[in-house]
């Protein structure tokens, strides 16, 4: 598609937006991180040390709560390490190559002064007002906006960099002001959001850095009001309102099984055995419903399991995706917990498992002893169907 703002554009069907570049020669000029200098020796030693001493004051920390158990633990995890280090993808090389190219072909777009954008557009839907708007305004003020964004990436470095242990973990260097971060991060795209339900749109800024964690950077900035935001992607939804316009919600309708399960929960029997009189089957269930019985199991809600099984839940009504009985699951929470022998267990979770014990305390213990109950009462139940 060609428009009349944004230019030539591809629908990405992936993620739902349309992919293009604009003249924005202030952000291409920061587009792509510099290629790596290889580590000399000096450098790659200091690193391993710092390293190794964060993480052996996170053991340190661990075996003062758990004890020495969590030594085996962790020479589980590197053995594991190990075996997957061993275990290269034959497929590395051609996927490596193909990087190769994409970075070469963004290396030649931001030369030239050309940004990568994305507008997004729910249903292959065309560029909306408010993201035109947006757009323009960035057109119009590429340097104050600029500014914004970098001020945030500061922020964001002075916040990664207060925390000492990623700091270590990481290896992240000091800087003393933002010019410092130079070569140090890039803005590699700008994504326009599409606001059905609020009526605007914002500039959405991703970062990569040297100081990042593996939950990304980005970099939200408001035209409304002209101020920006960093984040991750999990916080971006705490900036962004809903993609999805307002819509009239559906009314709620009990049915009969609905009520009769509201009734045995919350222990209201006369409710409870008026319904059934009148018709209503803790067991009538749709075919991609779970049973009440199976899903007090799973939660080991002992008393919710007496009730419902009181009131006639079946005891052997699986559930839709694994079709576990409510019995056999709870045989299986009790093997997964180390309470019973299983031949699934590996010496990794024999290790998890016991810091789960010695961290729960009595609260373990307790696990157990709600499990052998609800088994012993879905036993019993069992025999009698």
Known sequence: MTHELFGELRFKE????????????????????????????????????????????????????????????????????????????PKDAERERRRAARREKNAALLAKGRFPVRIAGPGGSEPSPAQETAFRFLLANETVVYDAVLAEVWESFQSSFGQEHWRQIAGV???????????RFAITRLDVTREARGGF???????????????????????DAQTASW????????????????????????TPHDLL?????????????????AGADINALGPDEYPPLWISVDQMEV????????????????????RTTPLRHAKKLYR?????????RDDLMDSVLSIMREAAGEKFNDIKIQLEQIIQMLEDATKKE
């Open 261 to 277: 399960l509201e009734a045995i929960l919350t222990g209201d029997e006369p409710k409870a055995r008026e319904l059934i009189a």
């Open 14 to 89: 992936a993620d739902e937006s349309w992919a293009g570049s604009a003249a924005l020669p202030r952000f291409a000029a920061v587009g792509m991180m510099p290629e790596r200098a290889p580590l000399t020796e000096e450098d790659a030693a200091r690193m391993a040390v710092d390293m190794n001493a964060a993480l052996e004051n996170i053991k340190a920390q661990m075996r003062e709560r758990f004890g020495d158990k969590i030594d085996k633990a962790f020479a589980e995890v590197d053995r594991a390490a190990e075996e997957d280090a061993d275990e290269r993808d």
């Open 201 to 223: 749109a914002h500039l959405t800024f991703l970062i990569e850095s040297d100081w990042q964690d593996e939950h990304g950077l980005l970099i939200v900035y408001s035209p």
């Open 231 to 254: 984040t991750s992607w999990e916080g971006l939804y705490d900036l962004l309102e809903s993609d999805e316009p307002d819509e009239e919600p559906e009314e709620y309708i009990p």
């Open 303 to 322: 008393e919710e399991v007496r009730r419902l099984l009181a009131f006639g839940a079946n005891a052997s009504l699986p559930n839709p995706d694994e």
């Open 336 to 344: 997964d917990m180390g309470f019973a022998p299983s031949k699934n």
């Open 173 to 183: 260097k000091p800087a003393a002001t933002a010019a410092d971060l130079t070569g």
